[in-house]
Every structure is written in structure tokens, then in C-alpha cells.
């Protein structure tokens, strides 16, 4: 009876060590690790302007002819700039998606064309778009870029991990997603940036050690996102200033229409005006 109690005790006694053993293995390797830091980015300027740390714009007057025909895209990474793999493909189409209806919305576009990733090659360029410009008759191109960063570390928390079961329970990694998206809209003929809009996003969070990754691909997804919702906020806004400056100062943008084209709505409006000032401008002239 004896010799069982002792061997029920050094059984339970051995399990509980290896477990404690699997534990601290754990812990060993969360604490061998330490802060880590994963990036993923895609850069308009690397896109436009390779291999050139100051870029030379000279753009010329952008020629407008109403209604346009805009495309959009996201601009490629740079080979080896993602540390963490890139976005999926339905991120992308479904932001792409909701920044055609902001432009849809408004009346002088005449069509819009998502562009597939392949069209675009790393550090293509403006040749890159003027090949676009005639395969697809573009007008203006829309080019998304984003940049996501996310920082994960051991609080004080951590200790909890010396437990058996701590490193399931307490939360003890630090983990911050900070998400920019850009939005620049561009004429294609001038190389003429004609406005931008940002959009930014940043979360924190804690999870346990066996929880990091799945948390950190969770934030992710949902920083961009909610980056997403304020780059669409502040699109909306710069297409209304951009009106604005277009009818407050019209030499800076020439406005024509196809044939067959007369606009309507708020936005023939503003058209109208320009149209007009210009007009009064060459009768002064003659």
C-alpha cells in the first residue's frame, strides 16, 4: 500500500516537473527573443522616382478633359522591404473598391478602372503609368501606398510566464500596429500631383505568449482597416478642396470637355465659373 502511495506521489511529481520543464522552455524562448519589430511598406516616391533621393519634379499645366477617366491602384513594394509578407488581395480590392465610389460620387468622372497589381512593376516609374495611359486611355491615376509597422515585447507582466500555467493565462507581450495609407492622385500627361489624402491608424494591445502571432496577423488586418475608414474621411475632403481650388484659381488647372460632355450638378457649376473666368480673360486680352 505504501510502495503504491509512493509511486502514485513520484508520478504525479514527475509530470508536474515536466511540465514546469515545457513551461520555462517556453518562456526561455519568448525571453531568448526579446523586442522584435516587423514592417511592411510600398512607397509612391520609390515608385515614381527610383533610385533618386531627391526627386526633380517639373510638372507642367494638368489639362483636365472632362468627363476623366481614372485608374487606381496599389503601388508594388520594393523587393525585400517586407519584413512580415504583404497585405492579401481582397485588403487591397475591397479598399481600392470603396476609394471608386468616393471618386464616383462625383460627376466629371467618366470612368474607373482598378488596376491589377501586375500592370505595375517595382520602380516603373511615370513610364510605367504612360504605358497605362494608352493601353487603358487613362487620364488620372490614383496610387495607394501604405506603410505598417508593429513593435512586440515583454511588459512586466512576463513573469507570470514562470508559472505552470502562465503563459496561458496572464497577459504578459506588448504588441503595437501603426498603419499609414496614402492616397495621391495624379494627371498622368503633366506629372502634375493634383492632391493627396492620408489615412493613419494606431492600436494596442497585450496577448500571452502562445497568442502573439495570431493577435499580431489579427491587429493587422484591423488597423488597416481603420486606417482605411480615415483615408476614405479625408479623400472625400481633399476631392471638395480640390474643386474649390480648381474654381478659385483656374490657371492653375485647364478644364476642356469631350465631345458630347456638359456636366451637371454642383460640378458644372464650378466648371461653369472657370470656364467663364477664362473667357472674360481672353476678351481683356483682345
Request: charged share 20%.
Given at each position: 500500500m505504501r510502495d503504491a502511495m509512493k509511486t502514485n506521489r513520484f508520478s504525479m511529481l514527475s509530470r508536474l516537473l515536466w511540465v514546469a520543464v515545457v513551461v520555462l522552455g517556453v518562456t526561455?524562448?519568448?525571453?531568448?527573443?526579446?523586442?522584435?519589430?516587423?514592417?511592411?511598406?510600398?512607397?509612391?516616391?520609390?515608385?515614381?522616382?527610383?533610385?533618386?533621393?531627391?526627386?526633380?519634379?517639373?510638372?507642367?499645366?494638368?489639362?483636365?478633359?472632362?468627363?476623366?477617366?481614372?485608374?487606381?491602384?496599389?503601388?508594388?513594394?520594393?523587393?525585400?522591404?517586407?519584413?512580415?509578407?504583404?497585405?492579401?488581395?481582397?485588403?487591397?480590392?475591397?479598399?481600392?473598391?470603396?476609394?471608386?465610389?468616393?471618386?464616383?460620387?462625383?460627376?466629371?468622372?467618366?470612368?474607373?478602372?482598378?488596376?491589377?497589381?501586375?500592370y505595375l512593376r517595382s520602380g516603373g516609374g511615370f513610364d510605367n503609368l504612360d504605358r497605362l495611359r494608352g493601353l487603358l486611355g487613362l487620364d488620372v491615376a490614383v496610387l495607394v501606398a501604405y506603410d505598417q509597422v508593429q513593435f512586440t515585447d515583454q511588459n512586466k507582466l512576463s513573469l507570470a510566464y514562470w508559472t505552470i500555467v502562465g503563459a496561458y493565462v496572464f497577459k504578459g507581450n506588448k504588441n503595437d500596429t501603426d498603419t499609414l495609407l496614402e492616397a495621391v492622385v495624379y494627371d498622368i500627361p503633366s506629372r502634375k500631383l493634383l492632391f493627396r489624402a492620408p489615412g493613419a491608424n494606431r492600436m494596442k494591445a497585450t496577448s500571452t505568449a502562445i497568442e502573439a502571432g495570431e493577435n499580431l496577423r489579427r491587429d493587422s488586418a484591423a488597423s488597416f482597416d481603420r486606417a482605411a475608414d480615415d483615408l476614405i474621411t479625408n479623400l472625400r475632403a481633399e476631392l471638395a478642396a480640390f474643386r474649390e481650388r480648381v474654381k478659385q484659381a483656374p490657371d492653375e488647372v485647364r478644364i476642356e470637355h469631350r465631345p458630347g460632355y456638359t456636366g451637371g450638378g454642383a460640378v458644372s457649376g464650378w466648371l461653369a465659373g472657370a470656364l467663364l473666368l477664362l473667357g472674360l480673360g481672353r476678351l481683356r486680352r483682345r
Open positions: 526561455a524562448c519568448v525571453g531568448i527573443r526579446g523586442p522584435h519589430k516587423s514592417e511592411r511598406s510600398s512607397s509612391v516616391v520609390d515608385f515614381l522616382y527610383p533610385n533618386q533621393e531627391q526627386p526633380l519634379i517639373t510638372p507642367g499645366i494638368p489639362v483636365l478633359r472632362l468627363p476623366l477617366r481614372v485608374g487606381l491602384a496599389f503601388v508594388p513594394t520594393q523587393p525585400g522591404r517586407n519584413g512580415s509578407g504583404d497585405f492579401s488581395e481582397a485588403q487591397k480590392s475591397q479598399l481600392l473598391r470603396r476609394v471608386a465610389d468616393a471618386f464616383r460620387a462625383e460627376q466629371f468622372i467618366g470612368s474607373l478602372e482598378v488596376i491589377p497589381s501586375t
